[in-house]
């Protein structure tokens, strides 16, 4: 019996969850369903990103659809135009077997006046983007007084982009007594402002704890140096084969950086920014969604949306300025129950907001190394004798093998096989054999006391004090230091010799703060618990640390990125793809962009390029000219 049956989905309702090949519902489905079904009530729903939030509202609004009557009954606004085209796709699926039903998307990039005219033929469920609804309700193209249900898709991410005015704005245009359900990953505060002015008594469905992230997500942290940054990526790509992930820069020129290097490498990436054209996020998505791209590098509001299935990493190339946003980044794999990796290439000065990820998500990350270059090369070699076993013949090829066995003849089995691997394995070994250890030496997270930054007291020594707050309140050295340079408005390094402790930890200022400190800390409340701060008989050291801090840095330069000439992760070309022999995407087709670098050609540091001779490319490469 299928488990949709139970939620009380109507007879086309369920067909096309047949159709669809849906058995179980998710979490978030199997909770809101029903409750939506039975009462007419504003909702709050907090489920992460990838866990059917579509589903859980889609199929009951579709129910409550009056389908004979034309006028505009349901609004739904997201965040993107991918998100926004996504909704309406999935709902005319959901409503295949209802007649008359007819879902419109709006969202900019698109001729308004075609979008109006479809609205004006009859639809009774609107999928917008904020920015092209309010443009709409400005010119008088849509009337959304009468409507029954408004659904806010992915909540916090419109708000993240800007869109609270429009979303106001939009709301106060909706008559009161419509039912509100509100579906969001995270709960900030603008969030919950939105529903206490625009929802009455609504119910709420939370899915794990509230802003926690997702459990088929597993996280894990690789610490490096900063000008080894991208050497990192590329290790690790290479570590994976079959990495079909998501890349995040915080910038859109890193963004573009990055995908250009990757590119030159031989890797199949591109850049999707803020910059792009529409035709340009068209042709990269749709090369994506085709997997002819391996590494799609983005910002994170150019991501906003994105909907592929079987991404089996992230990578936090560079953390996002606002820890929250993680959440979203993590939720792009490990979607409807598959799981995925969340990676984040850190570097010392980074590592503190580790422990504050944790902190939002509720997970605890795995700290790994970058592998060496010798283990890549045992990776990738077990990967392509693999490849090659599962590889189907295509017996086309028998009528060739007489010339092929004479050619081959007089080799064993063994050296057959040697000189088969060794086709593609013998550059690639070449230059990571060379390669150093890019993992940073001081690797390992410590509970422990904050003994780097030992300090001398001009003033004749320092102050130690003990206070009631330790790791079970979710802190460590570095956090904590954080919290009361924070709290107390101190400078970096007013806050020293920091030790944490499960119940209790202990810290110290210079003499001129301790007033400070015990009048602010003993007046402080921690999640309802009331901080209590004294001074400590034990003085816990006091020298200052003289020794010169380490300067950070962008990404690795041109030479740590040499050029890559066989690696055996499969690569295709088509529609939308990337040309390897021009190492980018040619400046004619649209979707992408073409390297303007200068580039050199040949030489033992050079990388070797991934190819494909063996594994599901569609025909041997042409080697490039030097």
Same mark, same amino acid.
């Given at each position: 019996?299928?488990?949709?049956?139970?939620?009380?989905?109507?007879?086309?309702?369920?067909?096309?969850?047949?159709?669809?090949?849906?058995?179980?519902?998710?979490?978030?489905?199997?909770?809101?369903?029903?409750?939506?079904?039975?009462?007419?009530?504003?909702?709050?729903?907090?489920?992460?990103?990838?866990?059917?939030?579509?589903?859980?509202?889609?199929?009951?609004?579709?129910?409550?659809?009056?389908?004979?009557?034309?006028?505009?009954?349901?609004?739904?606004?997201?965040?993107?135009?991918?998100?926004?085209?996504?909704?309406?796709?999935?709902?005319?699926?959901?409503?295949?077997?209802?007649?008359?039903?007819?879902?419109?998307?709006?969202?900019?990039?698109?001729?308004?006046?075609?979008?109006?005219?479809?609205?004006?033929?009859?639809?009774?469920?609107?999928?917008?983007?904020?920015?092209?609804?309010?443009?709409?309700?400005?010119?008088?193209?849509?009337?959304?007084?009468?409507?029954?249900?408004?659904?806010?898709?992915?909540?916090?991410?419109?708000?993240?982009?800007?869109?609270?005015?429009?979303?106001?704005?939009?709301?106060?245009?909706?008559?009161?007594?419509?039912?509100?359900?509100?579906?969001?990953?995270?709960?900030?505060?603008?969030?919950?402002?939105?529903?206490?002015?625009?929802?009455?008594?609504?119910?709420?469905?939370?899915?794990?704890?509230?802003?926690?992230?997702?459990?088929?997500?597993?996280?894990?942290?690789?610490?490096?140096?900063?000008?080894?940054?991208?050497?990192?990526?590329?290790?690790?790509?290479?570590?994976?084969?079959?990495?079909?992930?998501?890349?995040?820069?915080?910038?859109?020129?890193?963004?573009?950086?990055?995908?250009?290097?990757?590119?030159?490498?031989?890797?199949?990436?591109?850049?999707?920014?803020?910059?792009?054209?529409?035709?340009?996020?068209?042709?990269?998505?749709?090369?994506?969604?085709?997997?002819?791209?391996?590494?799609?590098?983005?910002?994170?509001?150019?991501?906003?949306?994105?909907?592929?299935?079987?991404?089996?990493?992230?990578?936090?190339?560079?953390?996002?300025?606002?820890?929250?946003?993680?959440?979203?980044?993590?939720?792009?794999?490990?979607?409807?129950?598959?799981?995925?990796?969340?990676?984040?290439?850190?570097?010392?000065?980074?590592?503190?907001?580790?422990?504050?990820?944790?902190?939002?998500?509720?997970?605890?990350?795995?700290?790994?190394?970058?592998?060496?270059?010798?283990?890549?090369?045992?990776?990738?070699?077990?990967?392509?004798?693999?490849?090659?076993?599962?590889?189907?013949?295509?017996?086309?090829?028998?009528?060739?093998?007489?010339?092929?066995?004479?050619?081959?003849?007089?080799?064993?089995?063994?050296?057959?096989?040697?000189?088969?691997?060794?086709?593609?394995?013998?550059?690639?070994?070449?230059?990571?054999?060379?390669?150093?250890?890019?993992?940073?030496?001081?690797?390992?997270?410590?509970?422990?006391?904050?003994?780097?930054?030992?300090?001398?007291?001009?003033?004749?020594?320092?102050?130690?004090?003990?206070?009631?707050?330790?790791?079970? &309140?979710?802190?460590?050295?570095?956090?904590?230091?954080?919290?009361?340079?924070?709290?107390?408005?101190?400078?970096?390094?007013?806050?020293?010799?920091?030790?944490?402790?499960?119940?209790?930890?202990?810290?110290?200022?210079?003499?001129?703060?301790?007033?400070?400190?015990?009048?602010?800390?003993?007046?402080?409340?921690?999640?309802?618990?009331?901080?209590?701060?004294?001074?400590?008989?034990?003085?816990?050291?006091?020298?200052? &640390?003289?020794?010169?801090?380490?300067?950070?840095?962008?990404?690795?330069?041109?030479?740590?990125?040499?050029?890559?000439?066989?690696?055996?992760?499969?690569?295709?070309?088509?529609?939308?793809?990337?040309?390897?022999?021009?190492?980018?995407?040619?400046?004619?087709?649209?979707?992408?962009?073409?390297?303007?670098?200068?580039?050199?050609?040949?030489?033992?540091?050079?990388?070797?390029?991934?190819?494909?001779?063996?594994?599901?490319?569609?025909?041997?490469?042409?080697?490039?000219?030097?």
């Amino acid at each position: 019996m299928n488990k949709f049956e139970q939620l009380g989905l109507s007879e086309s309702l369920l067909k096309a969850v047949l159709d669809l090949g849906f058995e179980n519902p998710s979490e978030v489905q199997e909770k809101a369903i029903p409750l939506l079904l039975e009462k007419d009530t504003d909702m709050v729903a907090l489920a992460q990103t990838g866990t059917g939030k579509t589903a859980a509202f889609g199929f009951p609004v579709i129910q409550k659809i009056d389908a004979n009557n034309r006028n505009t009954q349901a609004l739904i606004l997201s965040p993107t135009r991918e998100l926004c085209l996504q909704i309406t796709n999935e709902l005319k699926n959901y409503s295949k077997y209802e007649k008359g039903i007819n879902v419109v998307a709006v969202y900019g990039g698109a001729s308004i006046t075609e979008q109006a005219r479809e609205i004006k033929r009859g639809a009774q469920i609107i999928v917008a983007t904020p920015g092209r609804m309010q443009d709409m309700i400005n010119r008088g193209l849509v009337n959304i007084t009468g409507i029954n249900y408004c659904i806010l898709d992915e909540a916090d991410e419109m708000l993240n982009m800007g869109f609270y005015e429009d979303i106001v704005n939009i709301l106060s245009t909706t008559p009161d007594d419509k039912n509100t359900w509100l579906f969001s990953a995270t709960m900030p505060a603008e969030v919950a402002r939105i529903g206490k002015q625009f929802m009455t008594d609504p119910v709420e469905v939370t899915v794990g704890a509230k802003n926690s992230g997702s459990n088929t997500v597993s996280h894990e942290f690789y610490l490096v140096n900063a000008r080894d940054r991208y050497e990192a990526l590329k290790r690790l790509a290479d570590a994976n084969p079959d990495i079909f992930s998501v890349v995040f820069c915080r910038t859109k020129r890193d963004t573009q950086a990055v995908a250009e290097k990757l590119i030159e490498d031989g890797y199949s990436a591109a850049a999707l920014h803020g910059d792009l054209s529409q035709a340009q996020r068209d042709g990269v998505m749709k090369s994506f969604r085709g997997r002819q791209i391996q590494m799609l590098v983005a910002t994170d509001v150019a991501a906003r949306g994105i909907d592929v299935d079987n991404i089996t990493h992230v990578v936090n190339y560079q953390l996002p300025d606002e820890i929250e946003t993680y959440n979203h980044r993590s939720g792009r794999t490990g979607r409807a129950g598959r799981l995925g990796t969340s990676i984040v290439i850190v570097t010392k000065s980074e590592l503190r907001k580790i422990s504050s990820i944790e902190r939002i998500i509720k997970q605890k990350f795995e700290e790994k190394v970058i592998p060496s270059g010798i283990e890549i090369c045992e990776i990738q070699l077990l990967h392509l004798a693999t490849k090659i076993k599962d590889t189907e013949v295509d017996h086309e090829i028998d009528n060739y093998l007489p010339a092929i066995n004479s050619v081959l003849e007089g080799l064993s089995k063994e050296e057959l096989i040697k000189k088969m691997v060794s086709v593609e394995f013998n550059r690639f070994i070449n230059y990571y054999k060379k390669t150093r250890d890019i993992s940073s030496q001081s690797g390992e997270r410590r509970e422990r006391s904050d003994d780097r930054e030992p300090r001398e007291n001009n003033n004749g020594g320092a102050t130690r004090y003990f206070v009631n707050i330790g790791s079970r &309140d979710n802190f460590d050295w570095m956090s904590l230091k954080d919290y009361l340079k924070e709290t107390l408005d101190l400078g970096r390094d007013d806050v020293f010799k920091v030790d944490v402790k499960e119940g209790f930890s202990f810290f110290n200022t210079d003499p001129e703060h301790t007033d400070k400190v015990m009048e602010i800390l003993n007046n402080v409340q921690l999640e309802g618990r009331r901080i209590n701060v004294e001074i400590s008989k034990n003085d816990g050291g006091g020298r200052r &640390d003289h020794n010169g801090r380490n300067s950070g840095g962008g990404f690795g330069g041109r030479s740590s990125a040499p050029r890559r000439e066989g690696s055996f992760a499969p690569r295709r070309e088509g529609s939308g793809g990337f040309k390897s022999d021009r190492g980018g995407f040619s400046s004619r087709r649209e979707g992408g962009f073409s390297s303007d670098r200068s580039r050199s050609e040949g030489g033992s540091d050079r990388a070797p390029r991934r190819s494909e001779s063996f594994g599901d490319a569609p025909r041997p490469r042409r080697p490039r000219r030097d």
